[in-house]
């Protein structure tokens, strides 16, 4: 049972509930974290801002909003009767089935009794004479524990450029990310949408047959592949179901998580007639393999990359009718690979509509928001909605945005003001007692997080049976891991883009990479080495 704290004033009594361990966050990382603690005999509350449980699969219900990963492959492994149980209904699960399995695991695994929703989490205050965290929510609420789990989420912080004006605008307007629950009825109405990354480009042929007219604002195009995706029979159930057990063997082995196998020759090892054909034979097949299961030098040799990013750019030149348009949405300013691929269905397709229109805002960039629509430097266009696709202040963000205060009262906004500096992504110095659930990155996100739950389960189970009641980060392990970081990735294809990878899509945000600098199985490895030496660069006591 959880204790209470009384504090008293003149006339009031203010109640302090009291945990072993608090989580921020009810999505994929917080229920299992959730599961794993109470495993182990502790009290544990998740504080939620949503109504629902799911994180990003409660939040992002904009039409087309779907999995990239293959639904078989996202799911949680942890349990052999949920894999039984549950039956994808799609290659690729779109938002209303993903939020249905996330609430089954919550009802299946008993987990909604120790998970608050509608509770935002505004700041969280380490105590350091009593080594624990108090955290308070918006709407006034306290709780105290020992450890706190920051299970905040990768891409859950949403982004709204600063545009003057916006309210002003005299129609409807949301981000994607907070799609009204009830939806948007958009039929016979002119519609605007700003972005062209992977949330517009899942929306916008959705959209696109409901609305009057669409006027789509791009800045950058992107390389986008086609998903392939269809509804499982119940013979490849049968099969999936089957063969899990070496499904997640084999997810343990590649470099994201994803089910794609590299293909170990170099492009220029083969002629250009079968590079042609490996192409257009990876260019058949479902999800990610256009990305992840290409010669092995694709991602990694320049020539090689833009030989294959010119095949990408003629498919979309293939499937746009009006070459002008074609060519606006033909990515020449970054490496194919460097951002997480978009995947499509039909997106292309949209824009041979006579009711789209796609507008480059780098050519003539948004001025302001109207009461009438948008105005750019050349015109203003006329909308009845307005909808942001604007992306997120991915990973650092959503913990950036609670006033985390630590030692002393630092900030985790101050500390990362120059990019994360932490140790394997999972504590930072100033932070005892915070894990930092460091995010997959451009990987399978379930796969990644997994491990990661599990670790931080097994170090907490640690610490109690040895009766320690503080771990940190040492600063000579913090230091050599942020150096390790900036050295691994300072060539990596992923830092070539201005992508949310480097934080480039943030004004103002420091440009440093912000995911693993190493494969999930190396990443693995090294935390359970650092776990073997007895928390090797951590502070235990």
Same mark, same amino acid.
């Given at each position: 049972?959880?204790?209470?704290?009384?504090?008293?004033?003149?006339?009031?009594?203010?109640?302090?509930?009291?945990?072993?361990? %608090?989580?921020?966050?009810?999505?994929?990382?917080?229920?299992?974290?959730?599961?794993?603690?109470?495993?182990?005999?502790?009290?544990?509350?998740?504080?939620?801002?949503?109504?629902?449980?799911?994180?990003?699969?409660?939040?992002?219900?904009?039409?087309?909003?779907?999995?990239?990963?293959?639904?078989?492959?996202?799911?949680?492994?942890?349990?052999?009767?949920?894999?039984?149980?549950?039956?994808?209904?799609?290659?690729?699960?779109?938002?209303?089935?993903?939020?249905?399995?996330?609430?089954?695991?919550?009802?299946?695994?008993?987990?909604?009794?120790?998970?608050?929703?509608?509770?935002?989490?505004?700041?969280?205050?380490?105590?350091?004479?009593?080594?624990?965290?108090?955290?308070?929510?918006?709407?006034?609420?306290?709780?105290?524990? !020992?450890?706190?789990?920051?299970?905040?989420?990768?891409?859950?912080?949403?982004?709204?450029?600063?545009?003057?004006?916006?309210?002003?605008?005299?129609?409807?307007?949301?981000?994607?990310?907070?799609?009204?629950?009830?939806?948007?009825?958009?039929?016979?109405? !002119?519609?605007?949408?700003?972005?062209?990354?992977?949330?517009? %480009?899942?929306?916008?042929?959705?959209?696109?047959?409901?609305?009057?007219?669409?006027?789509?604002?791009?800045?950058?195009?992107?390389?986008?592949?086609?998903?392939?995706?269809?509804?499982?029979?119940?013979?490849?159930?049968?099969?999936?179901?089957?063969?899990?057990?070496?499904?997640?063997?084999?997810?343990?082995?590649?470099?994201?998580?994803?089910?794609?196998?590299?293909?170990?020759?170099?492009?220029?090892?083969?002629?250009?007639?079968?590079?042609?054909? +490996?192409?257009?034979?990876?260019?058949?097949?479902?999800?990610?393999?256009?990305?992840?299961?290409?010669?092995?030098?694709?991602?990694?040799?320049?020539?090689?990359?833009?030989?294959?990013?010119?095949?990408?750019?003629?498919?979309?030149?293939?499937?746009?009718?009006?070459?002008?348009?074609?060519?606006?949405?033909?990515?020449?300013?970054?490496?194919?690979?460097?951002?997480?691929?978009?995947?499509?269905?039909?997106?292309?397709?949209?824009?041979?509509?006579?009711?789209?229109?796609?507008?480059?805002?780098?050519?003539?960039? %948004?001025?302001?928001?109207?009461? +009438?629509?948008?105005?750019?430097? =050349?015109?203003?266009?006329?909308?009845?909605?307005?909808?942001?696709?604007?992306?997120?202040?991915?990973?650092?963000?959503?913990?950036?945005?609670?006033? %985390?205060?630590?030692?002393?009262?630092?900030?985790?906004?101050?500390?990362?003001?120059?990019?994360?500096?932490?140790?394997?992504?999972?504590?930072?110095?100033?932070?005892?007692?915070?894990?930092?659930?460091?995010?997959?990155?451009?990987?399978?996100?379930?796969?990644?997080?997994?491990?990661?739950?599990?670790?931080?389960?097994?170090?907490?189970?640690?610490?109690?049976?040895?009766?320690?009641?503080?771990?940190?980060?040492?600063?000579?392990?913090?230091?050599?891991?942020?150096?390790?970081?900036?050295?691994?990735?300072?060539?990596?294809?992923?830092? +070539?883009? =201005?992508?949310?990878?480097?934080?480039?899509?943030?004004?103002?945000?420091? !440009?440093?990479?912000?995911?693993?600098?190493?494969?999930?199985?190396?990443?693995?490895? +090294?935390?359970?080495?650092?776990?073997?030496?007895?928390?090797?660069?951590?502070?235990?006591?």
């Amino acid at each position: 049972m959880r204790d209470s704290i009384e504090q008293t004033s003149a006339d009031t009594v203010e109640e302090v509930e009291q945990f072993d361990a %608090i989580i921020i966050g009810a999505g994929l990382t917080g229920l299992y974290q959730l599961y794993r603690l109470r495993q182990l005999g502790l009290t544990v509350r998740v504080f939620d801002d949503g109504a629902g449980v799911g994180g990003t699969w409660y939040w992002n219900r904009y039409p087309g909003a779907r999995f990239d990963s293959e639904s078989y492959t996202y799911g949680y492994s942890f349990s052999e009767d949920l894999l039984q149980e549950w039956d994808w209904k799609e290659h690729f699960s779109g938002q209303p089935e993903n939020e249905r399995y996330l609430n089954y695991v919550a009802d299946k695994f008993n987990l909604r009794g120790d998970i608050q929703l509608n509770s935002p989490v505004s700041s969280a205050v380490y105590d350091d004479g009593e080594d624990c965290w108090e955290i308070y929510t918006e709407d006034g609420r306290r709780a105290r524990a !020992r450890f706190l789990i920051a299970a905040v989420g990768v891409l859950s912080a949403r982004y709204l450029p600063d545009f003057p004006g916006i309210d002003s605008f005299q129609g409807d307007w949301c981000h994607t990310a907070r799609w009204p629950e009830e939806g948007m009825d958009l039929t016979g109405k !002119r519609v605007g949408v700003v972005g062209t990354g992977a949330t517009a %480009i899942q929306l916008i042929p959705k959209i696109a047959e409901e609305v009057a007219h669409l006027t789509v604002f791009q800045r950058t195009p992107n390389y986008a592949a086609p998903l392939r995706n269809s509804e499982i029979d119940p013979e490849t159930q049968q099969q999936i179901k089957a063969s899990y057990p070496e499904l997640f063997a084999k997810l343990k082995e590649t470099s994201g998580g994803f089910i794609h196998d590299v293909d170990p020759r170099s492009c220029f090892e083969v002629s250009p007639e079968e590079r042609l054909a +490996k192409y257009e034979e990876l260019w058949a097949q479902r999800g990610f393999s256009k990305w992840l299961g290409n010669f092995k030098d694709t991602l990694t040799d320049d020539a090689a990359n833009e030989d294959y990013a010119e095949f990408v750019r003629n498919k979309i030149r293939e499937r746009v009718h009006d070459p002008v348009v074609a060519e606006m949405l033909v990515p020449k300013d970054h490496p194919f690979g460097s951002k997480r691929i978009p995947l499509e269905t039909n997106y292309y397709e949209a824009y041979n509509r006579d009711n789209v229109l796609l507008v480059d805002v780098k050519k003539a960039p %948004i001025e302001s928001i109207t009461p +009438k629509g948008i105005k750019t430097q =050349d015109t203003e266009y006329e909308l009845d909605v307005i909808i942001f696709a604007t992306g997120f202040d991915a990973v650092t963000g959503s913990l950036t945005r609670i006033d %985390i205060r630590g030692e002393g009262g630092q900030t985790i906004k101050d500390k990362y003001a120059g990019g994360p500096r932490n140790y394997m992504g999972l504590q930072s110095v100033g932070f005892p007692n915070l894990f930092i659930m460091p995010g997959a990155g451009a990987g399978n996100f379930t796969r990644g997080c997994e491990p990661v739950v599990e670790w931080v389960a097994d170090c907490i189970g640690y610490l109690r049976q040895n009766e320690f009641k503080h771990i940190s980060a040492t600063p000579e392990a913090e230091e050599a891991w942020t150096e390790y970081v900036a050295e691994a990735t300072a060539n990596s294809l992923r830092t +070539k883009a =201005d992508s949310w990878f480097v934080g480039a899509n943030i004004p103002g945000k420091a !440009r440093v990479f912000l995911g693993s600098p190493d494969s999930a199985p190396v990443a693995r490895a +090294k935390r359970a080495q650092v776990a073997a030496n007895g928390y090797e660069g951590f502070l235990l006591r």
